[in-house]
């Protein structure tokens, strides 16, 4: 075990940061949707959630990394359930002729 590091706090820190990205994901996507309520929302519950991990490591450095890996997971599985897989897009459309150009057969 690392010297001075809580395992549990470790945890908080991952679990808070990782929730913190995922209420980032769902802020932005409020605000790119123009819905200023939820974007509202979203920001005072991503304050609260960030301030808990910052007040953590300010404490002791080494928990910076279990921000940044709990970061890592709030983005990646939010955007997995935000937007489900990728999709396979449909084919491009045929490139319509130039004005004044006539089609050849």
Do not use: C, Q
């Amino acid at each position: 075990m690392l010297v001075g590091i809580d395992p549990l706090l470790s945890l908080g820190v991952v679990l808070a940061t990782a929730a913190t990205d995922a209420v980032y994901v769902m802020f932005t996507s409020a605000v790119v949707a123009r819905r200023r309520l939820p974007a509202a929302t979203w920001s005072s519950v991503w304050y609260l959630l960030s301030s808990f991990a910052v007040i953590s490591y300010t404490n002791n450095w080494v928990y910076v990394f279990f921000a940044a890996i709990g970061s890592w997971i709030g983005a990646y599985l939010t955007m997995t359930f935000l937007h489900g897989p990728p999709s396979n897009p449909p084919a491009p459309l045929k490139p319509s002729p130039l004005p004044g150009v006539a089609e050849r057969s």
